[in-house]
């Protein structure tokens, strides 16, 4: 006879993990968001061979734009230092006992060098200038 525990749908859905979870969610993600980003490519090439369409510009104009723009930089930028930190935790076993830590520092990392790149492409764009 099955004694489980008996959890409710909303209560289910509540995330429940620690900072590993976060980066794993946040790790997958970001590798749907370079997927979006290179289909949309692929997508407007198509169209341009293909039906030589205003469609294409409409897509590229989209992909182009500085918010689009800070997005992707987020997914490629954040995916890939993730993945740096995954392969030094697989080629160097030793260092799983500081997973924490290299997850902070991947954070200490990542944070000025999305945040400056990304502050003054925004400050571009809010004055006009992009």
């Known amino acids: 006879m099955y004694q489980g525990r008996h959890v409710g749908f909303l209560e289910g859905l509540r995330y429940q993990g620690k900072t590993h979870m976060l980066a794993w969610v946040l790790h997958r ?18 169209f341009l061979n293909a039906i030589g369409d205003n469609l294409s510009t409409t897509i590229t104009t989209v ?3 500085t918010p689009f723009q800070i997005l992707v930089y987020f997914c490629v930028l954040y ?8 392969i030094v935790e697989d080629f160097w076993p030793p260092l799983l006992r500081y997973h924490h830590q290299l997850l902070w520092f991947q954070w200490l990392v990542f944070v000025p060098v ?3 790149p990304a502050f003054l492409m925004l400050m571009g764009y809010l004055s006009g200038a992009a």
């Open 29 to 46: 993600i970001t590798g749907l968001g370079i997927l979006v980003l290179v289909g949309t490519h692929v997508i407007a090439a198509f």
């Open 114 to 116: 999305f945040g400056l």
């Open 63 to 65: 992909y182009e734009s």
């Open 79 to 86: 995916h890939a230092l993730n993945g740096l930190r995954l």
